[in-house]
T-cell receptor
Framework: GAVVSQHPSRVICKSGTSVKIECRSLDFQATTMFWYRQFPKQSLMLMATSNEGSKATYEQGVEKDKFLINHASLTLSTLTVTSAHPEDSSFYIC???????????FGSGTRLTVV | QQQVKQSPQSLIVQKGGISIINCAYENTAFDYFPWYQQFPGKGPALLIAIRPDVSEKKEGRFTISFNKSAKQFSLHIMDSQPGDSATYFCAAYHGGNTPLVFGKGTRLSVIA
């Protein structure tokens, strides 16, 4: 089955530093990947759509300069949280699709804590 | 505007009982309806999905019932087990490289 690997699973960083989260599709090529943020006991909130070789499309209210997304290859998308602050602490999840109607596979998530 | 409405928010079921979670959608362009199961600290995992050309799909203890005219679909978990305790999300999709639209989730607790 389709596997999406997300690293790191947990990261603690100091306020003002940047953190990079990687999302890899291990056994399929993903032209499109999605990045979500999830607050405790809430649903997934779409942050951006990442397209291979082009700029990401951000949802309204998501700061492009804070959440940098790069989709350099068909199997790798990265999310960089720049100048992180405690309010950026959250659970970040990526997902990718093998193609229409095959279902979207999610990574295992990254718990970011900014201290 | 919430495009996929999910209920209940939380559900407690006795072991061996049937868990039922309901979702309703508004956009008739949606044509793929998956359910995801999420355990604490993990990403969602695809459980089962249905296309609107069928009214029911069963995989093991999990069944999706789909009512196209009512724009509703539901997940039934038969013989619920404590290991089924998780948050369940319904979602909808309308093709291409568009993102899933999620319901708000249902926290299921199966008690012995």
């Amino acid at each position: 089955g389709a596997v999406v690997s997300q690293h790191p699973s947990r990261v603690i960083c100091k306020s003002g530093t940047s953190v990079k989260i990687e999302c890899r599709s291990l056994d399929f090529q993903a032209t499109t990947m999605f990045w979500y943020r999830q607050f405790p006991k809430q649903s997934l909130m779409l942050m951006a759509t990442s397209n291979e070789g082009s700029k990401a499309t951000y949802e309204q209210g998501v700061e492009k300069d804070k959440f940098l997304i790069n989709h350099a290859s068909l199997t790798l998308s990265t999310l960089t949280v720049t100048s992180a602050h405690p309010e950026d602490s959250s659970f970040y999840i990526c997902s990718a699709s093998q193609g229409a109607y095959y279902g979207y596979t999610f990574g295992s998530g990254t718990r970011l804590t900014v201290v | 505007q919430q495009q996929v409405k999910q209920s209940p928010q939380s559900l407690i079921v006795q072991k061996g009982g049937i868990s039922i979670i309901n979702c309703a959608y508004e956009n008739t362009a949606f044509d793929y309806f998956p359910w995801y199961q999420q355990f604490p600290g993990k990403g969602p995992a695809l459980l089962i999905a249905i296309r609107p050309d069928v009214s029911e799909k069963k995989e093991g203890r999990f069944t999706i019932s789909f009512n196209k005219s009512a724009k509703q679909f539901s997940l039934h978990i038969m013989d619920s087990q404590p290991g089924d305790s998780a948050t369940y999300f319904c979602a909808a999709y309308h093709g291409g490289n568009t993102p899933l639209v999620f319901g708000k989730g249902t926290r299921l607790s199966v008690i012995a």
